[in-house]
């Protein structure tokens, strides 16, 4: 993820500015900011910080902020991709390929804890 400097150099902003925008996007749900430092935590489904989701796709490797996420981040991007976790349960390897938002390979059963309509409620649990 860009720093929050490194969007005001690029865009030719004052960090103020980039802050403002941020938590503007914050508010509408677009991202996640880091609690204290205001940094960019989640631009979902991508996540800043390393996660037991990792997704390789478009020749790069992503983190994922849970498995619904891992399993957008190629179908954002339109390529195929590789999704790369483990049993919460037990700590097996799991791997899932997709493309054209279609399950390639891979089996398991997806846990989802609640309601989307609950998710933001606690963004950093869900």
Known sequence: MPSLANLAASL????GEIETSL?????????????ESGEILMANPW??????YTVEAGGKRWWANCVWDALA????MGVRGKVMSSCACC?????A???DRQLLSG??????ALPAKKWWENIFFS
Do not use: D
């Open 12 to 15: 030719n902003r004052s960090n």
């Open 23 to 35: 938590k503007n996007l914050h508010a509408a749900k677009a991202l996640v900011l880091m609690p």
């Open 47 to 52: 996540s800043a910080v390393p996660t037991t």
């Open 73 to 76: 981040i190629p179908a954002a």
């Open 91 to 95: 700590g097996e390897g799991m791997t």
């Open 97 to 99: 390929e997709v493309e």
């Open 107 to 112: 089996e398991g059963i997806v846990h989802i």
